[in-house]
């Protein structure tokens, strides 16, 4: 008796396992107590080494005030963090209470949040800022409430550009692309424009462009990527990469790169944010920098503005009075303007814009905050379309044809 | 055929005994893979929440990728290539760990560090090494004057993936120079006498004494470096990750990348049902066609 296909069958059998043991994902997960109306649990993602600490002392004083409710913090990081929320909103005893996260609208739609109006007192709601609040909202009800604002803007190396003798930033696109190459023939392995099109936030750096050719992402229900205008922007950052003004690679540089590289003097000119303020004080206060408004295609004023946003998951509903609470005290000016400074972001309320006047980013960015538009993340399938832009758009600085891709990107929101 | 009754009842009496490892297989393998395959027939949202059946959707959005062919073919190459590389390196390397020599136990030590280390923090550092600015490996070719300016090995899709094959044959090695030596140690050294006095060249004692020999304990080597190769994720993930496009992508990877990127949960299920076929198939006919020593005996 042969059994030719055992031995198949075995490594079959070997095979499953592996493949299971690399591809499974969790089942179950951390039980929490849940059961008891007055224990909060709250996700949030660490914005810097201080993110942890600046929460635990919210959270301790307002324990403080309200000693009969306790909220239970943990932070994940960035990358990680949207696998652990997949994880926990598989059972409604793991999912958060509050969770901290740049999306809603999945949520939202799926009626697994409160209405912002119904977890925070009407004061708070009137605080925030219009254009935020709207950007929060669909259909007109709020789901989300905002937490700060980041934005972009231009950061230019000024001894570099003295070197090169440029001595204006550049407005136009014109402008920059020959500013960056003065600033690339200074040779040494300095780069002109830091373009980051790799993996990480490629979307970001494409919607400065794409917004500065009067470009947008959305037309208020649907999603719209393959527009002439957005096609004009993404064309002219491959005419910026072609020309060789930029680092090598454009389409493999992640942002953190980039930002890395300029505050170590190795290029010329990007696209920064308000952390990038604190971070260059941190690690190479000698830099010599300045901040200017985003080039674009005519010289008017145009950026991308950024809002991440707090939400509560509504599960069996006995816990919103303490997430009223909590979140109240959250957004009363003192606390809400402390963790804004303290993250090096820019506030969204007018309490706390005005607390926060003598910031100096503040300072830097809110000159340009009413120029900036938003993702439009608001509509559902906007994750999709962003996870597409961050997997597809670097290709057309490694050949391929700009209005193909965005035909592909925009099939993602179908 | 008339043994077959007698089989059946033998298997019923073994029952009590071979039970408890039935169990373990359908509770560790049996369910997660039936798991996955109802799963990529069910319509997930982005983060998860089962909406429904979805019956065959899954599968024709996963088949209407125009970018499949291409990656079906880049995990062919990958496979085969790090499969290959690794054992000649390690059959070569295991013939030289067989010699007597002077500090053989600690070059063999030496040989097993790149297994103590994980994947990842492996693959970190040759992504270091690289690095088109601050890499020391491009500093050194800038510094003798080969390159004007860093070369971005690990940031162009084709180079990328190319350095991927080498570390991911760097990291299987050890395992599977110890699996050929301890192949090779199995063999008695008469035979090579044998060979030596019957006036063989070495080469014609090695291709024809030692490598039949050799037999199980290659296949066992080539099946597990398989599995590990087509699964692998770390390696291409490290070092090609922050690469737009597909063009250094394997069906791991692709399976990871719909996840994170496309937010599609479900499409991804049915990736994974397709990966598993693919690895079965494959281990299949390779056991088919180089059936390893001991089968045909039976």
């Known amino acids: 008796m042969k059994h030719p296909l055992r031995g198949a069958f075995s490594s079959m059998v070997l095979a499953t396992g592996l493949v299971l043991a690399v591809s499974s994902c969790g089942f179950g997960g951390d039980k929490s107590d849940d059961s008891d109306p007055n224990t909060l649990s709250f996700l949030a993602p660490v914005y810097s080494d201080g993110t942890k600490a600046e929460w635990d002392k919210i959270i301790g004083d307002f324990r403080k005030a309200n000693p009969d409710i306790k909220v239970t913090l943990q932070t994940e990081s960035w990358d990680s963090i949207n696998d652990v929320v997949r994880t926990k909103l598989q059972s409604k005893s793991t999912t958060p209470d509050i969770l901290n996260i740049d999306a809603y609208s999945t949520y939202a739609t799926d009626g697994l949040l409160y209405p912002a109006a119904d977890v925070v007192d009407p004061a708070v709601i009137a605080d925030i800022q219009p254009g935020f609040a709207k950007n929060a909202s669909i259909n007109g009800t709020q789901w989300a409430l905002p937490l700060f604002a980041s934005a972009r803007t231009l950061f230019y190396n000024t001894d570099l550009f003295a070197a090169a003798g440029v001595t204006a930033p550049p407005k136009t696109w014109a402008e920059l692309t020959d500013d960056a190459k003065k600033v690339q023939a200074l040779g040494n392995g300095v780069s002109g424009y830091g373009l980051p099109l790799g993996s990480e936030e490629a979307q970001g750096e494409t919607s400065i462009w794409t917004f500065g050719a009067g470009g947008t992402w959305s037309d208020g229900d649907h999603i719209t990527v393959n527009t002439p205008q957005n096609l004009e922007g993404v064309q002219a950052m491959k005419a910026i990469a072609d020309a060789g003004a930029t680092e090598p690679n454009p389409g493999a540089t992640n942002r953190a790169d980039v930002i890395n590289a300029f505050i170590q003097g190795k290029i010329g000119m990007i696209e920064g944010l308000p952390p990038t303020i604190g971070q260059i004080a941190q690690k190479n206060p000698a830099l010599k920098y300045t901040t200017a408004p985003s080039p674009t295609k005519s010289g008017d004023p145009s950026t991308l503005g950024v809002a991440d946003h707090l939400m509560a998951f509504k599960k069996d509903g006995r816990k919103q009075d303490a997430i009223k609470k909590f979140l109240t005290y959250f957004y009363s000016a003192p606390v809400y303007s402390g963790f804004v400074s303290s993250e090096h972001f820019i506030p969204i309320t007018v309490s706390g814009a005005k607390a926060l006047a003598d910031d100096p980013v503040t300072k830097a960015f809110a000159t340009i905050l009413p120029s900036a538009k938003f993702y439009p993340s608001n509509n559902p399938k906007w994750g999709a379309v962003q996870g597409a832009i961050r997997q597809q758009l670097g290709t057309v600085t490694q050949g391929a044809d700009p209005a193909a891709v965005l035909q592909k990107i925009q099939q993602a929101a179908s | ?298």
């Open chain 2, 1 to 298: 055929m008339s043994r077959t009754p007698s089989r059946a009842a033998a298997a019923l009496r073994a029952l009590p005994w071979i039970g408890p490892v039935l169990v373990l297989i359908a509770a560790i393998v049996g369910f997660p893979a039936g798991y996955m395959l109802w799963t990529s027939t069910r319509d997930l949202s982005a983060y998860g929440t089962d909406r429904g059946p979805a019956g065959w959707a899954n599968f024709r959005k996963l088949f209407a990728l125009e970018e499949l062919p291409r990656i079906l073919l880049h995990t062919l190459a990958w496979t085969v290539a790090v499969v290959v590389i690794t054992l000649a390196l390690s059959a070569a390397l295991a013939q030289f760990l067989n010699k007597d020599f002077p500090g053989r136990t600690a070059v063999r030590l030496a040989i097993l560090v790149p297994w103590a280390a994980s994947v990842v923090m492996t693959t970190t550092v040759f992504d270091y090494l690289l690095d088109p600015d601050v890499g020391l490996a491009n500093r050194f070719l800038v510094d003798i004057g080969v390159l004007h300016r860093g070369f971005g090995f690990t940031k162009e899709a084709g180079p990328a993936f190319l350095v991927a094959i080498g570390v991911a044959a760097f990291v299987s090695i050890p395992f599977t120079t110890y699996t050929i030596l301890a192949g090779l140690q199995a063999i008695p050294a008469e035979m090579d006498e044998a060979g030596r006095v019957d006036g063989a060249s070495p080469w014609q004692r090695y291709r024809y004494l030692t490598l039949p020999q050799l037999r199980s304990a290659m296949a066992v080597a080539t099946v597990i470096n398989l599995i590990n190769a087509f699964n692998s994720l770390p390696i291409l993930q490290v070092l090609t990750g922050s690469i737009a496009g597909f063009d250094a992508d394997t069906t791991t990877t692709l399976t990871f990348k719909l996840i994170r990127q496309n937010q599609q949960l479900a499409t991804a299920a049915a990736m994974s049902v397709l990966n598993f076929v693919l690895i079965a198939v494959i281990i299949a006919i390779y056991v088919k066609v180089i059936r390893p020593a001991g089968e045909e005996a039976r």
